[in-house]
């Protein structure tokens, strides 16, 4: 069972960063590819970004490119997501989730039944 525990969220001005992350339990982080969601009050839960097994590719969705970063740190069992130039419309709980499949190299990453576990989600808060 693996377990991922997201943390970082939390109430920021708009222009303003954050920077989540996300650490996993377990020995095989480092085997598979991590997203990051995020959902509004009243929306669907929507992909951010995604990272592959080994620290790349990397994808964004159009809206975040530019703005946001995702990174990983094997050794540490750490996926990170560093927003820059956060918008009121940033504003959702965040979530992190493991992508199915080991070493994973092909495409897609956007959709949620990719994803086999997820975290618990943070909180991020953009005011005007």
């Known amino acids: 069972q693996v377990q991922l525990v997201e943390s970082g969220g939390g109430l920021v001005q708009s222009g303003g960063s954050l920077r989540l992350s996300c650490a996993a339990s377990g020995r095989t982080f480092s085997r598979y590819a991590m997203g990051w969601f995020r959902q509004a009050p009243g929306k669907e839960r929507e992909f951010v970004a995604a990272i592959g097994w080994s620290g790349g590719p990397t994808y964004y969705t159009n809206s975040v490119k530019g703005r946001f970063t995702i990174s990983r740190d094997n050794a540490k069992n750490t996926v990170y997501l560093q927003m820059n130039s956060l918008k009121p419309e940033d504003t959702a709980v965040y979530y992190c989730?493991?992508?199915?499949?080991?070493?994973?190299?092909?495409?897609?990453?956007?959709?949620?039944?990719?994803?086999?576990?997820w975290g618990q989600g943070t909180q991020v808060t953009v005011s005007s």
């Open positions: 989730a493991r992508r199915l499949g080991e070493f994973y190299s092909g495409p897609g990453y956007m959709t949620s039944p990719l994803y086999d576990y």
